[in-house]
Nanobody, 113 residues
């Protein structure tokens, strides 16, 4: 079955940390770029971070220095380590791969002030 499945969301206090995971199945994971997006209530979905098949990472300005994207090709999993979180990081976080036009179901992250 071709799918992406996120996990790791939850409630965290401002300044805290959280790690999101996205497990992929049914795709050539090692050969594709992977992305994390987020969508806050009433806002458009935005790109948070991306990691290429060659492990090159890029970030939205709003999360640079606070979030880290990584991947484990042996586990077909991409991660988003979130640190120093802020209330404005509250959103549903989605895993995505453009190569397969594939989205996960999303995981809710709520940051309390």
């Amino acid at each position: 079955q071709v799918q992406l499945k996120e996990s790791g969301g939850g409630l965290v206090q401002a300044g805290g940390s959280l790690r999101l995971s996205c497990s992929a199945s049914g795709i050539g994971f090692s050969f594709v770029d992977m992305d994390w997006y987020r969508q806050a209530p009433g806002k458009q979905r935005e790109l948070v971070a991306t990691i290429s098949e060659r492990y090159l990472a890029d970030y939205a300005d709003s999360v640079k220095g606070r979030f880290t994207i990584s991947r484990d090709n042996d586990k077909n999993t991409v991660y988003l380590q979130m640190s120093s979180v802020r209330p404005e990081d509250t959103a549903v976080y989605y895993c995505h791969t453009e190569r397969y036009s594939l989205w996960g179901q999303g995981t809710q992250v709520t940051v309390s002030s």
